[in-house]
């Protein structure tokens, strides 16, 4: 097999395994009830450190990579210091992590015995980990001291992410050689998906974008009628002249888009304002950066810049083949990982699930809160 070859499927693995994880924590008991350990008073919890390890069979889960993971995903999130609160808030996290991690785990030890099997040679594997390992240094400006100094301060080592790469490596391996031969995607499957996914997936809605010189007519702005004209048409005339269109907008528009240059964002044609409407209509008529005269409504004169019109777009069948054939497969590869993984679990010797989350929500707590 070609080391390309077990690379194919990384990102569908770590899509699809993502996935049981999620559905998985559902089935873990309710550890926050009154009768939980977790409503010790914090002073009785300091002696919970990180460092724990729940076994996997012959391998482990540390609570370090676990906490670090919960740092990440809490990153943008205000420091909870109640420890019955983040218990609350966090556990449940705690348990999709640390359920991740077991699954993840299980399903590699079973996949290298299937790649042991096949006498796929280490250097290929090596050669995959030596690549990676120089492309995170080039994260730090090819400095291995920096490096390692920012992954401890992170809560792991080169050493833990590569043994992770490894672990997607053979997994994509075994998932390209055992799984995907054995799987046959119909064309008549993928045309019902096709077919029911049509509107959400496979049709593009229109998008237009452009400035806008936004002149008001009241007699707020004017004490005559009459000069809201003449400025519209002292605008026009700058603009044809070869003045900026940004620079005629700050000089002589109203709108809520005056200080952005006139510029609107994209949007649905479809869904801009009634008020804006006759503008929508001329600007589908003209080519981009192509400028409208002046366009007139009851209380408004206009003068648009079109910047881009995109229609509405269907992508055929045809197109669209590649696409779902691969949301199918990672949509079988889900269901049988959620069939081999709960197999493995019964049949593997792992340390106490529970006890092990507790501990080391807790144990998040007192390195989060300091």
């Known amino acids: 097999m070609k080391v390309s070859l077990m690379l194919l499927c990384i990102s569908l693995v770590c899509f ?19 009768n939980s350990p977790l409503t010790t008073h914090h002073s009785q919890l300091t002696t919970i450190q990180t460092g724990m390890v729940l076994s996997v069979n012959d391998d482990a889960i540390t609570s370090t ?10 990153e943008n999130t205000p420091p909870e210091k109640d420890l019955q609160r983040f218990v609350q808030k966090n556990l449940p996290l705690v348990s999709e992590l640390v359920t991740g991690e ?38 730090y400006d090819g400095s291995e001291l920096r490096m390692r100094a ?18 997607e490596v053979v997994i994509a391996g075994y998932q390209e050689m055992h799984f995907y031969p054995t799987l046959t995607i119909t064309r008549s499957q993928m045309l019902r998906y096709y077919r029911t996914h049509l509107r959400g997936k496979f049709c593009t809605k229109p998008t237009i974008r452009f400035q806008l010189i936004d002149i008001r007519k009241d007699n707020k702005v004017f004490s005559q009628p009459q000069q809201a004209y003449q400025s519209a048409s002292q605008a026009l005339r ?14 002589y528009s109203h709108g809520f888009r005056k200080s952005h240059d006139g510029l609107w964002r994209p949007i ?32 408004h004169l206009f003068i ?25 497969r990672r949509q079988r590869w889900l269901k049988y990982q959620q069939k081999l993984g709960s197999e493995l679990l019964k049949k593997s010797a792992v340390g106490d699930m529970e006890q092990f989350i507790k501990n080391t929500t807790i144990a ?7």
């Open 16 to 34: 699809a395994v993502s996935g049981l994880f999620a559905q998985t924590t559902s089935q873990l008991p309710d550890l926050t009830t009154h």
């Open 65 to 74: 990579w676990i906490i670090a993971r919960l740092r990440e995903k809490l």
């Open 102 to 139: 077991v699954y993840n785990l299980l399903l590699y030890q079973y996949a290298q015995r299937g790649l042991d099997k096949m006498n796929i040679p280490e250097e290929a594997i090596q050669k995959i980990l030596d690549d990676k390992k120089n492309e995170i240094i080039s994260k």
């Open 150 to 167: 920012e992954l401890a301060e992170e809560g792991t080592t080169i050493e833990e992410l590569l043994a992770r790469h490894k672990k």
């Open 238 to 251: 700058k603009i044809k002249e070869g003045i900026d269109f940004a620079e005629v907008v700050g000089e």
């Open 268 to 299: 649905d044609p479809d869904s801009v304002r009634e008020q804006y409407q006759p503008v929508i209509e001329v600007l589908k008529k003209i080519k981009p950066g192509d400028t409208t005269g002046i366009i007139q409504t009851d209380d």
């Open 304 to 328: 648009a810049r079109l910047i881009e019109y995109k229609q509405a777009a269907v992508t055929p069948f045809s197109a669209a083949q590649t696409e779902i054939r691969n949301i199918l």
């Open 364 to 370: 998040a707590y007192e390195c989060m809160s300091v």
